[in-house]
């Protein structure tokens, strides 16, 4: 049957060998299962979103579980999928901003426009217009989005660590109590997981949160909590789209529902060359069965939205399964089910997750190794450098991802206007200008 299903004879592998790869895989991104619930269960400033920690952790995994199925059976690659580091940051911001505009409990608008950015990009998918969404931001742009997101993350992981902290005549300081526990916990945590990432042991973000969290325990920061059981709350349906019917809301909605369909298209987009050129997958540069992996990209994160979490997308860390050995879907298959096995440890999960300084180090190192998309920026064409760079300090600076992009997405097209090459901006780039500019002049936050 696995023969059948796989075709592992022909991808020159084994059933062994695959499950293998799909464990390493799982461990390579198995801390989203402790940021995850974290991120979403509270906003940047620590306020609760409104989002029950335990409803997040139980669509975190069911959600995983059934992308990662996907894209074994139908498109038959070992990428796995989950919310995305980036998206639930971006989620988060969009709860932010609804909440002062005056929308009743925001997370369930957030989680409307998510569902519906996921129906959008199943209707891309099948339409075959994804291109033209890919093709309108250019990769300076692109790359600028990832930059600034990887920042921000760090920025945040910073800030929850207690390492650095507002200061009466400043915006930051560090903090002068570097024996905080807190910071302590973090530094260490820090280190750890730099030494093991530098010895290339796998997992190493999810063993440097296991020992973070064993410190906590040990200081008596943490309580134990145990290690099996459930999830007590869920999230089943609880999103609202019906506001950006209305009149005098949509415009607000609407630049957030672009920027949540942007994101999916150009992580996933992103993440399946970068496999499947380190697989060797592609043939004449095209990726075979790249519909039915979008398809399995797009069902992830509508179904993730009607379960309660944020964006679905393709992740990088599944090339760490294909440089063990994966080159089937049975590494995805292998991956889904591990993550849906761990909603067996809810209470471990939460125990780790209520400690912000725990989970600080994983947010500062996955937001380095965002920021290395820095050097695909085309730094000698000021009409593309000064956009990306504007998204890159926006973000984190006006602590939003959406008002960020908002400075890069509208400089771009001016820019090019006055250089004479407004030909090089597509009339969807203009509009999403346009409503930005839109939404800021008559929508003011």
């Known amino acids: 049957m696995l023969e059948r299903l796989f075709r592992l004879g022909e991808n020159r592998t084994r059933v062994r060998t695959e499950v293998l790869a799909g464990v390493t895989t799982f461990?390579?991104?198995?801390?989203?299962?402790?940021?995850?619930?974290?991120?979403l269960s509270t906003d940047f400033a620590g306020n609760p979103t409104g989002i029950p920690h335990d409803a997040v952790l139980l669509a975190t995994c069911l959600a995983s579980c059934l992308a990662c199925l996907l894209m074994g059976l139908l498109a038959n690659y070992p990428i796995a999928q989950a919310p995305g580091m980036g998206e639930n940051f971006y989620f988060v911001s969009v709860v932010m901003g609804l909440t002062a505009a005056g929308f009743p409990e925001a997370w369930k608008v957030a989680l409307g426009l998510t569902f519906l950015a996921g129906v959008l990009f199943l209707l891309l998918t099948v339409g075959r217009a994804?291109?033209?969404?890919?093709?309108g931001v250019s990769p300076s742009l692109k790359n600028g989005?990832?930059?600034?997101i990887g920042i921000f993350i760090a920025f945040i992981g910073l800030r929850n660590s207690g390492l650095v902290v507002s200061a009466p005549g400043t915006l930051l300081r560090?903090?002068?109590?570097?024996?905080?526990?807190?910071v302590v916990i973090f530094l260490a945590g820090l280190l750890f997981t730099g030494m093991l990432m530098i010895l290339r042991v796998r997992g190493a973000i999810l063993w440097g949160i296991l020992s973070a969290a064993v410190l906590a325990l040990l200081t008596g920061q943490q309580t134990w909590h145990g290690v099996m059981g459930l999830p007590r709350e869920h999230a089943f349906l609880a999103f609202?789209?019906?506001?950006?019917l209305r009149p005098e809301t949509y415009m607000i909605l609407f630049p957030y529902l672009l920027v949540f369909l942007f994101m999916d298209v150009f992580d996933t987009t992103g993440t399946l060359i970068a496999v499947a050129e380190q697989g060797g997958f592609l043939k004449g540069n095209q990726l075979p069965r790249a519909q039915r992996a979008l398809y399995s990209d797009a069902l992830g994160t509508t179904?993730?939205?009607?379960?309660?979490t944020s964006t679905v997308t393709s992740y990088i860390e599944s090339s760490a399964g294909v440089v063990a050995g994966g080159r089937t879907g049975l590494v995805s298959v292998t991956a889904g089910l591990l993550f849906l096995s761990a909603l067996f440890f809810t209470p471990l999960v939460e125990m780790v997750g209520g400690y912000p300084a725990i989970t600080a180090p994983a947010l500062v190192l996955v937001g380095c190794m965002m920021a290395r998309n820095t050097v695909r920026i085309d730094w000698d064409d000021v009409t593309e450098a000064v956009p990306a760079f504007l998204i890159m300090i926006g973000i984190p600076l006006t602590y939003s991802i959406s008002d960020g992009l908002a400075a890069g997405f509208v400089t771009y097209p001016v820019?090019?206007?006055?250089?004479?090459?407004?030909?090089?901006v597509t009339p969807l780039l203009?509009?999403?200008?346009?409503?930005?500019?839109a939404r800021y002049v008559f929508f003011p936050m």
């Open 415 to 424: 820019l090019k206007l006055i250089s004479g090459r407004g030909r090089e």
């Open 240 to 244: 609202d789209f019906h506001w950006v």
């Open 303 to 308: 179904v993730g939205a009607c379960l309660g």
């Open 27 to 39: 461990m390579t991104m198995s801390y989203i299962l402790f940021v995850q619930p974290a991120v």
């Open 145 to 148: 989005i990832a930059v600034g």
């Open 174 to 182: 560090l903090n002068p109590d570097v024996t905080d526990p807190g």
């Open 430 to 437: 203009y509009g999403v200008a346009a409503l930005f500019v």
């Open 130 to 135: 994804r291109v033209a969404l890919i093709d």
